[in-house]
């Protein structure tokens, strides 16, 4: 899901939930667009084995949360049930490097050196092995195995080589903790005559989670610290961490985790930048200027040239995502621990979902494409929580569960290819991509238009302004559920609103938030003016580039995801102090965390939208542009929606919400049968099976002679079949874990054969004894890889002694 400003998609790549592409249809029945079922209703679950229970009784067709991992191997052989594993989860944790307030109050995780040290009380292969009973892979960075970007990054993950290791980790506490003043007594460490204490805020809703916290709260007491354990779901970490000033110390350690992407990118660094840089507003502070920040500089410059493209070429490119790997490992603040790989049921009667690689079978994608084999219209869909956090377009609507949803109310600009990350046109289709970047830039059209905040105007850019790219964009417009055409208002109100809130331009201006702000403020430098030819056709300029035009298209798009009536009624109620756009700041001011699906919430709206129909209100962004009888209009029609619906959740997309009843904990979904909706039934149904690659033979050495050429050999099939249509990638490591060298494959026809060379030259740099090689494949249609290692040892030569 898009933030208001999709234009700036870029920022907001967790909440972007679509995988579609464009197409001129012609007219259709209402009954054949949008999605194959008329109704879902997601249904809490606490309990996976309840939830798999129900799903073996037909109660309930799928559960949105791994089922009890000791349960899978009996599922497997359950004909009635299909599993899909989610490959793109990953648990962490989370450590709170703000100093205490309280001079007596000494928080060992403010030193540097001692974050890095947890790595070392991590017994990550355990974690994996027992806990997660191998569905998972050991993980120490922020992208994982599964990542289409992980093979870049191989060489500084084997640097480090995290090994469980203790002693590694009381020696670097001892010798910080001592030169910081601290005494250990009886074993136990002390500052100032009290123990040092740890509060640990460990999520006892999720078994492997709460596993883990244990595990390293008891680590933490053998090396002398002092734990207090806080047990809670993330309602209770809302409050406790994300909404408390780091520097109170209410908690020092989390167990984190993240449910992968909201759709599968072709470019992850973007994820590194929310993982390790606190300009995402990410990191404990969480942006709050109220708040201790953490701050890095450094992290900050390297992930904002990758996130926008300050780079002349790929392989810069992937030198600043090693950089920004190698400085988050570093820092230690989000210590990554494994990658999951999470097994997802369905009911066997449940046909077409679609496995995103970065969202499972939870991507809007499956829901849309899902058909059922039963006598009914509906699909119940078990979550694990069906409400952990406010649902608002600007600073809300962060955790899975509500993406989840909101993905299916609201389209977006544009979607990705659930198997390659590849942009996809959605509801803007590029007609036309020009970039001079990297190093050139092209004229801005001197008319193109700016939001000119002191002046609450637009204004046009005028002759002197310059952009790496320029995009023309077709707008694919619908109708809104509450039956109101979109137009040229919409995308001008979103257009406008980073330009209003991305700075305080005055100690009395009430349009900042600062967690939305400071994002907003990184973003804004690199939107250079918009033009609107006509209603549905616009050129976007950025001073944007990268090495793949369908990535400069995504970043230039505009889009709104909610109608511009109802945005303009929250700004004025946030304005005036009603709500807060995010949950940093309804902490510091004390008021509500704005959630459009709250019935009491959207009653307020509503209000706010009779006074601005009373008032004849039109917002200072659309003067000119809407007309009284227009707003009227699409005041009335929200005023409507809201008082049948009891919410003020109206999207452009294939769902519409018709409940929410937070007592039964269900959230039903109806289908929006609109003539407007652009895409028809069946449409995704390209993306059910991928054609993954995968090794079907290998053949190399079990010795080689330091200093003789080495052939690594043998076949693959992409689909099912052999085939070379697919890129095969290498890495040969010493008996320390350290790359030697790497490269990739070549093909020896088109059959799938292949041939891996390395001649005397690099044998002789093989360390003698064993060496292992991994080799990736991943088809050209489908990036998950198939993975192979193998071990071989180099014998000296004698000739070369």
């Known amino acids: 899901m898009k933030q208001i400003l999709t234009v700036l998609a870029v920022i907001f790549m967790i909440l972007t939930v679509i995988v579609s592409s464009f197409t001129t249809l012609n007219a259709l029945d209402v009954s054949d667009k949008g999605a194959y079922t008329d109704n879902i209703r997601f249904i809490q679950y606490l309990d996976g084995n309840t939830a798999l229970q129900d799903i073996r009784a037909g109660k309930l067709d799928t559960y949105y949360f791994r089922v009890p991992l000791e349960r899978v191997t009996a599922i497997s052989n359950d004909p009635n049930l299909k599993i899909y594993e989610k490959n793109a989860g990953s648990f962490a944790f989370l450590l709170n490097p703000a100093p205490s307030k309280d001079p007596n109050i000494l928080n060992p995780f403010q030193f540097k050196e001692i974050r890095f040290a947890i790595n070392y009380l991590i017994n990550r292969e355990f974690i994996v092995d027992e806990i997660l009973n191998g569905y998972g892979s050991v993980q120490v960075d922020a992208l994982g195995i599964s990542s289409p970007e992980y093979e870049s990054i191989i060489p500084i ?7 469980f290791n203790p002693n590694i980790a009381q020696e670097i506490v001892n010798k910080v903790l001592i030169s910081n003043g601290a005494l250990k007594l009886d074993g136990k460490w002390t500052y100032k005559g009290s123990p040092i204490s740890i509060k640990f805020m460990i999520r006892s809703d999720d078994s492997p989670r709460k596993s883990m916290g244990e595990i390293l709260a008891n680590q933490l007491e053998n090396i002398g610290l ?31 985790a993240f449910g992968g992407t909201s759709a599968f990118n072709r470019y992850n660094g973007d994820v590194v930048a929310q993982m390790y840089s606190p ?61 999951n790989i999470d097994p997802y049921i369905a009911s066997s009667s449940i046909k077409g979902l679609i496995n995103d690689f970065g969202a499972g079978i939870s991507s809007r994608l499956s829901l849309i494409n899902a058909r059922t084999e039963k006598n009914t219209s509906i699909i119940d869909v078990g979550v694990k929580q069906i409400y952990q956090g406010a649902w608002n377009y600007v600073a809300g609507c962060q955790d899975i569960y509500c993406t989840n949803i909101l993905s299916l109310v609201s389209d977006s600009s544009t979607s990705r290819n659930p198997y390659t990350g590849e942009v996809i046109p959605l509801r803007n289709e590029w007609t036309n991509i020009t970039t001079m970047g990297p190093e050139n830039r092209l004229k801005v059209d001197q008319d193109a238009l700016s939001w000119d905040a002191p002046k609450q105007k637009w204004v046009e850019v005028g002759d002197n302004k310059f952009s790496k790219s320029k995009v023309t964009l077709d707008i694919l417009y619908s109708n809104w559920q ?13 257009l406008y609103f980073p330009y209003e809130w991305s ?17 907003a403020q990184v973003a804004l430098k690199y939107l250079r003016g918009t033009k609107f030819l006509d209603d549905n056709k616009i050129i976007s300029f950025v001073d944007y580039w990268h090495f793949d035009k369908k990535e400069i298209a995504d970043f230039a798009s505009v889009w709104a995801s909610s109608p511009w009536e109802i945005n303009a009624a929250i700004e004025r109620m946030v304005k005036d102090g009603t709500f807060a756009y995010s949950r940093s700041e309804a902490t510091v001011k004390n008021i509500e965390w704005l959630s459009l699906i709250i019935s ?22 659309l003067k000119g542009i809407v007309g009284l009888d227009e707003a009227i209009k699409r005041y009335d029609a929200s005023i409507n929606w809201i008082t049948e619906h009891k919410h003020a959740v109206i999207g452009n997309g294939p769902f519409e919400i018709s409940n929410y009843n937070p007592t039964g904990r269900v959230i039903s979904l109806t289908a929006f049968r609109d003539s407007s909706y652009p895409f028809a039934k069946g449409y995704w149904s390209i993306y059910e099976n991928p054609k993954l690659a995968q090794f079907e033979k290998v053949q190399y050495p079990k010795v080689v002679t330091s200093g003789t050429p080495l052939t690594i050999s043998g076949n693959i099939t992409v689909g099912g079949n052999y085939d070379s249509n697919a890129t095969i990638t290498y890495f040969i490591s010493d008996k320390n874990n350290h790359v030697i060298t790497q490269g990739t494959g070549k093909w020896v026809d088109k059959k799938g054969n292949f041939m891996i060379t390395m001649n005397e030259g690099d044998t002789k740099a093989l360390s003698i004894g064993p060496n292992e090689f991994e080799l990736f494949v991943k088809s050209n249609y489908a990036l998950r890889p198939d993975i192979y290692s193998g071990i071989f040892i180099t014998m000296p030569n004698p000739i070369n002694k």
């Open 157 to 163: 993950l084997e640097s480090y080589n995290f090994k």
């Open 226 to 256: 002092t734990t207090e354990r806080n047990y809670g779901d993330l309602n209770k970490a809302n409050l406790v961490v994300y909404g408390t000033d780091p520097q109170e110390l209410a908690w020092q350690v989390y167990t984190e």
């Open 503 to 519: 700075s305080k331009i005055n100690s009395t201006d009430l349009t900042y938030d600062p967690e939305y702000s400071s994002q």
């Open 482 to 494: 509450n039956g109101q055409p979109m137009n040229k208002a919409d995308l001008i109100y979103s």
């Open 279 to 339: 300009y995402v507003s990410r990191m404990p502070g969480w942006g709050n200027p109220s708040f201790w920040n953490y701050q890095n500089t450094s992290l900050d410059n390297v992930t904002q040239r990758i996130s926008f493209s300050n780079y002349t070429s790929q392989n810069e490119r992937n030198q600043l995502l090693r950089q920004a790997v190698n400085l988050g490992i570093q820092e230690s603040v989000r210590i990554f621990v494994a990658q």
């Open 600 to 621: 009491s919430h959207a009653q307020i709206i509503k209000q706010e939208l009779e006074k601005m129909k009373t008032e004849r209100f039109i917002p200072a962004p």
